[in-house]
């Protein structure tokens, strides 16, 4: 007669199948949230945001919970819909980094997301890892956007008495400069006589 040992004990291969769709569930979320937070270091606005401090010495920490945050959103609430993400990204770089968006590149960035979730529950990971690869190509090192045209920094609104416009010095010196500096020659002014008269002062030939 077989042995329990052999048989296996009673229950097991259900167990077996809790622990292994345990398991997928986790592999899921970790995926998302991952290429959530990949999607949010590569979306140049963000970044502006969070190279500037505009959300204080925890802006990195912010970008980080935000990602969490969504990938929450999108596995505890399924019916979460591409509107959904945009509004809750505007609310975010409004409310904690002092921020008004005027590109509507949060419409991209939500259609990603949704993707990443549509692929992820599918048990396809390939996108994540794209954004992985493209993070590590050149998003350590990625350009801060225009923040003067593209992110509308509106600390200066709030009628705080108390600031000293230290935000605003520092948005407008990260600003990238479109065009190149020249150099400024002072205006001469006219010359004078003792009868009142202007002294005209013809142009130099070279």
């Known amino acids: 007669m077989a042995t329990a040992n052999s048989l296996g004990a009673p229950g097991s291969a259900q167990s077996n199948d809790v622990s292994s769709a ?11 949230e991952a290429g959530i937070w990949y999607t949010l270091c590569l979306w ?3 970044v502006t945001a969070v190279s500037n ?7 990195a920490e912010k970008r980080d919970w935000l990602a969490g945050h969504i990938s929450d959103l999108l596995i505890e609430r399924p019916d979460t819909d591409a509107e959904d993400i945009e509004t809750r990204l505007l609310e975010v770089l409004e409310d904690e980094f002092d921020a008004r ?14 993707l990443l979730r549509e692929d992820t529950l599918e048990g396809n990971f390939q996108r994540v890892q794209d954004l992985r ?4 190509r050149k998003g350590k090192s990625v350009g801060l956007s225009p ?3 593209i992110v509308e920094h509106i600390h200066e609104d709030d009628g705080d008495e108390d600031w000293d416009g ?16 020249r150099e400024i020659k002072p205006k001469q002014e006219p010359e ?3 009868d009142g008269f202007t002294k005209v002062v013809g142009k130099k030939k070279t």
């Open 166 to 181: 230290e935000d605003e010095d520092l948005e407008m010196s990260d600003a990238p400069a479109l065009v190149p500096a």
């Open 22 to 32: 345990t398991l997928a569930a986790d592999e899921v979320r970790t995926q998302l």
């Open 133 to 136: 690869a493209r993070y590590e």
């Open 101 to 114: 968006l005027e590109t509507e590149s949060e419409v991209a960035v939500a259609r990603d997301i949704l």
């Open 192 to 194: 004078v006589d003792e």
């Open 147 to 149: 923040g003067v045209e």
């Open 44 to 46: 140049p606005e963000l």
């Open 53 to 59: 401090q505009w959300g204080g010495p925890e802006s």
